[in-house]
């Protein structure tokens, strides 16, 4: 069930995991500090936890983060243990 599209909502403050048929399945909360992106939060719906959907959600936000140029700021959890094991992420990371 890891075949989600994950775009990004900014009126939201959130990227968005949906299966191709739409339903969402995942969110990740964020803040907005200039140029920086602050990812508070991640949340997976219940009937799709354990298929990868967190995973899949914080790999395509930070892919789109990066090719935005920003920087992150992993406040939540989630992200900051998905960054650890993921270094080619770590170049984009900082802590505030």
């Given at each position: 069930m890891t075949d989600v599209v994950v775009t990004d909502v900014p009126d939201a403050l959130r990227f968005e995991a949906?299966?191709?048929?739409?339903?969402l399945v995942g969110t990740?909360?964020?803040?907005?500090?200039?140029?920086?992106?602050v990812l508070t939060h991640t949340v997976v719906e219940p009937a799709a936890e354990g298929h990868g959907i967190g995973s899949a959600l914080v790999r395509?936000?930070?892919?789109?983060?990066?090719?935005?140029?920003?920087?992150?700021?992993?406040?939540?959890?989630?992200?900051?243990?998905?960054?650890a094991e993921h270094p080619e992420y770590r170049d984009m990371v900082i802590d505030h």
């Open positions: 949906r299966t191709p048929g739409g339903d990740a909360a964020y803040e907005r500090r200039g140029d920086d992106v395509q936000a930070l892919d789109q983060l990066r090719a935005a140029g920003a920087r992150v700021v992993p406040q939540c959890a989630f992200v900051r243990a998905f960054v």
